[in-house]
């Protein structure tokens, strides 16, 4: 919605994502913000930032698969650990700088998507959930038997030392992480915004809307199923190489079947079909856990007989499955459709229509 005597002379203007002067104004605030992160947030919060970044890639792809291609995925924690443990494993082996074990974690996973991607695309519903539940038990089942060698000595995982640049720079520091995971997280933001308005993006929606019509009007069905899940999975594998490169260890107990399920209901949160709600579904679940991280062991030093630190953490999945049930309930829509609400809403006021 553009506000009065604001409108498109030409198509260039029709499909620019920023077309007014307010709107390319908060956007720059947004991006001097992120940039001067560092001098104006806690490193205690910045780590938060950092780790709502890395998730925030994740659901992305997911939401491209899910939300545009209407397929269901409860392994998107698996994808998003075959990245992390294969990219950050050919870093360490082959001594190779950032960007190049950014491509391989995603091609890796894009590789594991691509396999469950054979028998989904003649499911639906039910047993397509169940199939991409079948991929996280995999994932465990087959990393939790490699040989300790492959692993560098270790069980399960190893060790991430700090990356370089193909220029050299070293990324040792917290803020230069920062940096790392805050331009890759906007060229992806940027990537998926432009893939969901793109032609793929509009066949995508016509498969999850109705396949069958997909296909009688020349849209290869089975085709943009897989691209669906290929780069669903690239968008994991990426995310989980910067979890490991974050962390500076990676293991197969990180990526669990509960990080999949909230990584969904991130999803449902923030409005399904939407990048936007993506955006806002990971900030709004990531925020009430790191809450509870916070006020966990305070509360437990308070009432210690009362609460154990258990007690306390397993409350958190609590909280987060009743705010997904009210949000099924009484906002299916997601945040993304009250944020639209309230934006026409000041675009028309003191009007009523």
Known sequence: MLPSGVFSENYEQDKAILRTRLRWSWFFILLLLLALGPLIIPEAYLGALCLMSIFLIAVLGLQILVGYCGQINLGQSSFM????????????????SIEPTLIIGGLASAVYGLIFALPAIRLKGYYL???????????????TR?????????YGGFPVKSLSLLTGTTLNSPNSIYYLIICVTVIFTFFAFNISRSRLGRAFM???????????????VIVYKFLAFV?????????????????????????????????LGMIIVGGVGSILGAVLGVIFIRLIQETVNVLGPTLVAAFPAQYGISVIFAGMSLIIGLIVIIFLIYEPRGLAHRWRLIYRSYHLWPFPY
């Open 81 to 96: 650990g075959v990245g992390g443990i294969i990219g950050c494993w050919a870093a360490m082996k082959f001594n190779l």
């Open 129 to 143: 959930a169940l199939t991409t539940l079948a991929a996280q038990f995999i994932f465990h089942f087959v990393f």
């Open 146 to 154: 490699v040989p300790s060698d492959f692993f560098f000595g270790t």
């Open 206 to 220: 016509a498969v999850r809307d109705n396949d069958i019509a997909a296909e009688v009007m020349g849209i290869n």
């Open 231 to 263: 780069i669903c999975a690239f968008f994991a594998g990426v995310a989980g190489v910067l979890w490991g490169f974050y962390m500076r260890y990676v293991n197969v107990e990180q990526f669990t079947l509960w990080q999949s399920i909230w990584m």
